[in-house]
């Protein structure tokens, strides 16, 4: 073993390490959603964003209020509702007067100026209000009357959508959902779960997290992932697998009179690092076609759609993207 894979085992170890306990606490509070953290966590990790989808009351707000916790990360929350502007989450100018009398206009910064912004119900703002979001979760600055000012690093969002009650809501476009490194999918607890949710958070104590990590440790980890080394094997099976869902380059029928539109470069880009996340997660030194089965789903999901008539035949785009992601691995010749 090279002098360069001993540095970069010892520091996955000891990032791993942070990372096992980072989880540990968080899931102190959210109970039965292993899956769903470390969802997170890969997010992060990437240095992306995520979009956490489920019914309500299903801990999405405290997930994200706890990993601001566990991650030693600045947040702000802002409830999106329809009268929302686009000024109420970036800031604005406002007329001042100086000590000295001479007035002037001074930046008041908005909410989004943190390392951690949930943006809950992200899909009840204007798409005006929405698209206030794109400059800084792309290039990480905002840019007020002409003048830039940089975010915090790190920069993450993680947005929350109910999937079950539409009316009054804004779909968010397709470029927005791109920018989503993840959806991550937030399901129902199982029963037993469920009883451990009961007993946990009806009584008078409230489990609590401690802060794991500091803003520059989740910096050096992002760094690291990138890193990481990534198999051929891992690297074809992520393009055979986004290129296959893409109607246009697809040789299969099913796809082209399926699909309306498929993921572009940035989902391949999204997998490639969402990998070695969650590789890291799991203290490994490189991802392995598991991850990319594992991670298949919520990297396309928001990054596909069914046309009119997929969607009047009543077909998935959940098993769709499962079959894709099973011929892609080379499942089926396995079986």
Same mark, same amino acid.
């Given at each position: 073993m090279s002098g360069t894979k001993k540095t970069l ?162 779909? @968010?476009?397709? !470029?927005?959902?791109? $920018?989503? #490194?993840? &959806? ?7 029963? *037993? ?27 050096a980890a992002q760094e690291l992932v990138r890193r ?42 999204? @997998?490639?690092? !969402?990998?070695?996340? $969650?590789? #890291?997660? &799991? ?7 598991? *991850? ?22 009543g077909e998935n785009l959940d098993q769709i993207i ?14």
């Amino acid at each position: 073993m090279s002098g360069t894979k001993k540095t970069l085992a010892k520091q996955i170890d000891e990032i791993g390490g942070l990372l096992d306990s980072a989880k540990a606490n968080i899931e102190k509070r959210v109970i039965g959603q292993s899956e769903v953290v470390e969802q997170s966590l890969v997010a992060l990790l990437s240095g992306g964003h995520a979009l956490l989808v489920g019914a309500p009351g299903l801990a999405k707000t405290r997930l994200v209020a706890t990993l601001g916790t566990v991650m030693g990360l600045s947040s702000n929350r802002v409830q999106f509702t329809p009268d929302l502007m686009p000024a109420d989450i970036l800031g604005s100018e406002i007329l001042d007067v100086s000590e000295d009398g001479k007035r002037g206009f001074r930046f008041l910064k908005g909410p989004i100026f943190c390392q951690l912004l949930m943006a809950d119900e992200i899909n009840r703002a204007s798409p005006r209000t929405q698209s206030a979001l794109l400059q800084a979760m792309q290039e990480h600055e905002v840019t007020i009357a002409g003048k830039t000012y940089e975010m915090a690093e790190p920069f993450h969002v993680l947005a929350t959508q109910n999937p079950i009650e539409q009316e009054g809501t804004y779909p @968010l476009p397709e !470029a927005q959902l791109d $920018r989503f #490194l993840l &959806q991550i999918d937030v399901g129902f607890p199982s029963r *037993d779960t469920e009883r451990e949710i009961l007993l946990a958070t009806t009584g008078f104590d409230d489990a609590t997290a401690d802060q794991v990590f500091q803003p520059a440790q989740l910096i050096a980890a992002q760094e690291l992932v990138r890193r990481m080394p990534v198999g051929e094997t891992v690297v074809e099976a992520i393009l055979d697998l986004v290129r296959s869902a893409r109607p246009t380059e697809t040789s299969e029928k099913f796809i082209q009179d399926a699909i309306g539109w498929g993921p572009g470069p940035r989902a391949a880009q999204a @997998l490639m690092l !969402a990998t070695r996340a $969650r590789a #890291l997660i &799991q203290g490994r030194l490189a991802p392995s076609l598991d *991850d990319v089965a594992a991670l298949a789903h919520p990297a396309l999901i928001h990054r596909m759609a069914l046309n009119f008539a997929a969607k009047a035949q009543g077909e998935n785009l959940d098993q769709i993207i499962a079959d894709l992601s099973d011929k892609a691995l080379g499942k089926e010749a396995a079986a």
